[in-house]
């Protein structure tokens, strides 16, 4: 929702409208959850690493109205997707098929399971949202987010945001996503004006100060990328988990019960630095089998996949574990240093977080294979048209780039950009307001009740 109260007023008022003349009735109340931006710490939330988000203005929004049947009617102002409706006591969610509507079901189901109902009452739910689909902006986590906001406020129940957001994180695997927990995590913990270093496990959120001489940049490559729909993602989380094992097996751990990265880090008690050492020795660079996989953990093939992999993965031929693993530690103490710099604010501030941002694009394109040619070159001319960093932001495979900008090369960066990117390769066709805009951090999620 824009800033302004007045922006919120009409936006509430039009969805009221549309809600009307959709149901027939007036919604009851309305929720909204934000998209995220991550500034910085790709692909590492889930190997348990601290991560920095901020909340962005574009969000999701739905009205809501609940009713005395058991039917719970689905509808989305974007006529792009269809009208949904089921029984609000036999949720299920097709996991071979991301559309829309399974994730307000993860959100749903969530909470439900949570509370242990079994006998819940319908709702009519009207959905919008500005946040650009499979943009690595996260949609798809804030319609979760938003999702389970409404079935608790329904309800009538209380929880934490830490609690929301924990479950959210783990209700959204229902769709098949083995996400690590930021994208919930930022949508109910956002703040105004300042990004977020989330750390997991226990789940909290530190306020970060961005430097004031700089704005981020969004732009959207305009490749779609569906986290849902393709392996790539799920395959890199195997990867990870694959390798922590084996770097717990090197070092006489109980390699079994690991899961993370992060875990084999914390019980041997070293360095971010020690860890990428070990990595050098324990790990080699060429692609791991399933075959040589199994020799090194003393497993059989059906072992590895039966208890190790996920469906999704079971078929996977090669995983570059060294590779990936090497991205993980790196980005993870760029995480760190990026916090340090921004609290400690020296006169090359934005200098300094530029140069982390460009390592760690290049840590995506080289070593975890997350990028794509549009989105180097997407990054390219950003940093040609004055941005000091720029990275890949979202799972990657398409979506968009977040870059810094001192604040008084913005106006003509963006000219820049629009034409270099947009304009001369003909993308000008899907170009909108939401392909490259600049962002400042935006609040978490909130309930506006109908007065």
Not at 142 to 168: D, H, R
Not at 211 to 227: D, L, R, T
Not at 263 to 291: C, D, F, K, N, W
Request: negative net charge.
């Amino acid at each position: 929702i824009p800033d302004s109260p007045n922006g919120n007023i009409l936006l509430l008022l039009k969805l009221k409208d549309m809600f009307n003349s959709k149901f027939g009735s007036t919604p009851k109340f309305y929720v909204r959850a934000p998209g995220r931006v991550n500034i910085i710490g790709e692909h590492i939330d889930y190997c348990g690493y601290s991560v920095l988000p901020m909340a962005v203005e574009q969000d999701m929004l739905i009205a809501v109205e609940p009713v005395k049947t058991q039917t719970l009617q689905l509808a989305n102002t974007n006529p792009l997707y269809p009208d949904f409706s089921t029984n609000a006591n036999n949720i299920q969610i097709d996991k071979t098929k991301p559309l829309w509507h399974n994730y307000f079901l993860c959100g749903f189901k969530g909470i439900q399971e949570h509370f242990g109902l079994s006998n819940l009452t319908g709702m009519n739910c009207l959905v919008d949202g500005n946040i650009p689909p499979s943009s690595g902006l996260s949609s798809s986590s804030a319609l979760v987010c938003c999702a389970g906001l409404v079935t608790l406020t329904v309800l009538g129940m209380n929880l934490s945001k830490v609690e929301l957001a924990e479950i959210c994180a783990k209700s959204e695997r229902y769709i098949g996503t083995e996400g690590g927990g930021m994208d919930q995590s930022i949508s109910f913990l956002a703040e105004e004006g300042t990004a977020k270093l989330i750390e997991f496990s226990p789940l909290r959120a530190t306020d970060v100060k961005l430097p004031s001489g700089a704005v981020f940049v969004i732009a959207n490559s305009c490749v779609e990328m569906n986290k849902a729909a393709t392996s790539h993602f799920n395959v890199r989380v195997m990867e990870c988990r694959l390798a922590a094992k084996l770097l717990a097996k090197y070092r006489g751990l109980q390699w079994d019960k690991v899961l993370r990265l992060e875990e084999v880090q914390a019980t041997l008690g070293v360095s971010l630095q020690e860890m990428l050492r070990i990595t050098e020795h324990a790990l080699h660079p060429e692609p791991y089998s399933p075959e040589e996989v199994c020799s090194c953990l003393g497993i059989s093939l059906q072992e590895l996949r039966t208890q190790i992999l996920s469906p999704n993965t079971q078929d996977v031929l090669v995983f570059k574990l060294y590779q990936r693993t090497k991205h993980v530690y790196s980005e993870a103490a760029r995480v760190l240093q990026f916090k340090k710099i921004c609290e400690e604010a020296p006169d090359n501030t934005v200098q300094l977080l530029g140069e982390l941002m460009n390592q760690s694009h290049a840590s995506c394109r080289d070593l975890y294979e997350c990028s794509c040619p549009e989105l180097d070159q997407l990054v390219d001319i950003c940093r040609k048209f004055g941005a000091q960093g720029s990275r890949l932001t979202g799972a990657g495979w398409g979506g968009c780039t977040v870059s810094i900008v001192p604040a008084d090369k913005l106006t003509s960066f963006l000219a820049h950009v629009h034409e270099a990117y947009y304009q001369r390769s003909g993308r000008n066709g899907t170009f909108e307001k939401q392909s490259l805009f600049a962002t400042k951090p935006g609040g978490g999620a909130l309930v506006f009740l109908e007065a």
